[in-house]
């Protein structure tokens, strides 16, 4: 069962362009909704993270969309640029837990 | 900086070979965890370590087994490597979760140890 979904699998964009990808989740008890982004050969790194309790969060050209009642948040890059291409994954922890659940990632390509 | 070190990049090992993943992190954490990495199905827990010497099964244990006999260090064991078992294996740490709202329990990963099973 996979507890958070994310959407698409793979996405390619233009520079300058708005990178979009999509995350669901089930479990109504998750307060905690991280990004990370992980380069070719290296490990994934946080990026931008969100609580329940505000519906947006902006950090320089990349902002976290959350909506509580669809039980669904997103992350927005603005102006893609190609240094940007890399596998992005949403997570998902609840209360208490130090365990995250990911959702399976996102290959961006931003072409130049 | 967090450090977290996997001592191999890159290892190459035949099918019932024994295999050992060492990471070691600075930080003074008390979790560490060992993922799976597979194009398409994301990062997968296999193990996961809230304090030395104890240990949690993830979500794909099987064939896998882990030691932690001192808090810097996180061992990952396969005991009879299978070809299935090819993949990037990434190490991370994490604090505890605490009273702190700054404490998010974020995770500090590894650059990966990429196993080709032959």
């Known amino acids: 069962q996979q507890q958070v979904k994310q959407s698409p699998q793979s996405l390619i964009v233009q520079k300058g362009g708005i990178s979009i990808i999509n995350c669901a989740y089930e479990?109504?008890?998750?307060?905690?909704f991280p990004w990370y982004q992980q380069f070719p050969g290296k490990g994934p790194a946080l990026l931008i993270a969100?609580?329940?309790?505000?519906s947006e969060k902006k950090e320089g050209r990349f902002t976290i969309s959350f909506n509580k009642s669809a039980k669904q948040f997103s992350l927005h890059i603005m102006d893609s640029q190609p240094g940007d291409s890399a596998t992005y994954f949403c997570?998902?922890?609840?209360?208490?837990?130090?365990?995250?659940?990911f959702g399976r990632g996102t290959s961006l390509i931003v072409h130049p | 900086d967090v450090k977290v070190t996997q001592s191999s990049r890159y290892l190459v090992k035949r099918t019932g070979e024994k295999v050992f993943l060492e990471c070691v992190q600075d930080?003074?954490?008390?979790?560490m965890f060992w993922y799976r990495q597979d194009p398409g199905l994301g990062l997968r827990l296999i193990y996961f370590?809230?304090?030395?010497?104890?240990?949690e099964k993830g979500d794909i244990p099987e064939g896998y087994s882990v030691s932690r006999e001192k808090k810097e260090r996180f061992s990952l064991i396969l005991e009879s490597a299978s070809t299935n078992q090819t993949s990037m294996y990434l190490c991370?740490?994490?604090?505890?979760?605490?009273?702190?709202?700054?404490?998010?329990?974020?995770?500090?990963f590894g650059e990966g140890s990429r196993l080709t099973v032959l």
């Open positions: 930080m003074d954490h008390e979790n």
């Open positions: 991370a740490s994490s604090f505890t979760l605490g009273a702190s709202d700054a404490n998010t329990g974020e995770l500090f």
């Open positions: 997570a998902a922890s609840k209360g208490g837990s130090y365990i995250p659940t």
């Open positions: 370590s809230y304090d030395v010497k104890m240990k």
């Open positions: 969100i609580r329940p309790d505000v």
């Open positions: 479990n109504t008890a998750f307060d905690y």
